[in-house]
């Protein structure tokens, strides 16, 4: 199955990814996760990148496709893969549209996480990660057992930089700017599948399975 989360900064997309991994067998490919290890390693894209996350915009095009292209091309995604985070501008949706056309693949489906703004920011700031295996959780909606650390692996737990209140208003806008109209482009090709992500996250997962069996 051949998948694309698309919402908003704190729509679920990672959360939800997750559990559809574990569901499916299929990886997720975050150009988030992605960058933030290049970040993290000073690697050259790394570099370039850091000033636009630490800013709330976008990394140019050109880097998270060629990012994007060389993970689709890996052994695991034979089965199919989860895109989260990407596309998220007409100009990479182009680009991944030729990318799975030269590989002889295609897309599933398109699932639009829609969630409220007040939410968004709630969530945002409320997110806390775990350093050593990355599992997100939330201070009020998804907290750990013992406080700052991970229930998975019992590592500890950090804030993302780009979750202050200053940068989330940012990204949301950069979102409704130059993301958003991918909604229409999806659906226009028939691949859009609306979920209502304001519900509960088990709720949330559900709903996307029902309605990936019937799609
Ligand atoms: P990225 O890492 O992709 O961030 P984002 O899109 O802003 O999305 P988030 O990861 O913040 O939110 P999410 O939807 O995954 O929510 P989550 O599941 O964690 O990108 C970061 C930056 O990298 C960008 O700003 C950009 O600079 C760059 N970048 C990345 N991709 C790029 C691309 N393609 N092109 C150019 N630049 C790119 O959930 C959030 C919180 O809410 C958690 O605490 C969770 O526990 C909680 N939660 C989740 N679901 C629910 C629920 N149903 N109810 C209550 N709480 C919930
Ligand atoms: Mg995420
Ligand atoms: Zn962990």
Avoid: W
Avoid at 65 to 77: A, P, S, W, Y
Avoid at 84 to 104: I, N, S, W, Y
Avoid at 174 to 202: C, F, H, K, N, W
Wanted: proline share 4%; charged share 30%.
């Amino acid at each position: 199955m051949n998948l694309i989360l698309l919402g908003p900064p704190g729509a679920g997309k990672g959360t939800q990814s997750a559990a559809l991994v574990e569901r499916y067998g299929i990886p997720q490919i975050s150009t988030g996760d992605m960058l933030r290890v290049a970040v993290k390693e000073g690697s050259p894209m790394g570099v370039k990148a850091k000033s636009f996350m630490d800013a709330g915009a976008l990394v140019p095009d050109d880097v998270v496709v060629g990012i994007v292209r060389e993970r689709l091309e890996k052994e695991d995604c034979r089965n199919g893969f989860i895109l989260d985070g990407f596309p998220r501008t007409v100009t990479q949706a182009d680009a991944l549209h030729g990318t799975l056309k030269e590989m002889g693949k295609d897309l599933d489906a398109v699932i639009s996480l829609e969630v409220e703004v007040d939410a968004l920011v709630e969530r945002l700031t409320g997110r806390r990660i775990c350093k050593v295996c990355g599992r997100g959780y939330h201070l009020a909606f998804d907290p750990p057992s013992v406080e700052g650390r991970c229930d998975q692996c019992g590592g500890e737990l950090y804030q993302r930089d780009d979750d202050r209140e200053e940068t989330i208003r940012k990204r949301l806008a950069v979102y409704s700017e130059q993301t958003s109209p991918l909604i229409d482009y999806y659906r226009q090709r028939g691949l859009l599948i609306s979920i209502d992500g304001m519900r509960d996250i088990a709720v949330v997962q559900s709903d996307i399975v029902a309605a990936l069996r019937t799609s």
